[in-house]
């Protein structure tokens, strides 16, 4: 059983600064691909960074240069730094990974429960 658990949610002002992180406990064997993806009530879920195993970034157009995503291979956790927040950057944001249990096994995806960011005006 693989489970992705985030923390860090919670209220923020506008132009503040705030930090997620999630990490993957449970039976596998690598992690690939992680990200950060959020959803507002009534929107689909959208990306918003993804980092792989070897630290390659790639950004969300609406939050490059403001979030930074990075991860710690060795504690296989991941984290989202958000500066200068928005209003519009209130969401639920959900981690997500990609990987594999065995040495030669397929991909399988995961999502973890998601946590809420509200950032007020």
């Known amino acids: 059983q693989v489970q992705l658990v985030e923390s860090g949610g919670g209220l923020v002002q506008a132009g503040g600064s705030h930090g997620l992180s999630c990490t993957a406990s449970g039976n596998f064997f690598s992690i690939n691909k992680m990200g950060w993806y959020r959803q507002n009530s009534g929107w689909q879920r959208e990306l918003v960074a993804t980092?792989?195993?070897?630290?390659?970034?790639t950004y969300a157009d609406t939050v490059k240069d403001r979030f930074a995503i990075s991860r710690d291979n060795a504690k296989n956790t991941m984290y989202l730094r958000m500066n200068s927040l928005k209003p519009e950057d209130t969401a639920v944001y959900y981690c997500?990974?990609?990987?594999?249990?065995?040495?030669?096994?397929?991909?399988?995806?995961?999502w973890g429960q998601g946590t809420q960011v509200t950032v007020s005006s």
């Open positions: 980092i792989t195993s070897d630290l390659n970034t």
């Open positions: 997500h990974a990609l990987l594999t249990t065995t040495s030669r096994g397929p991909t399988f995806s995961y």
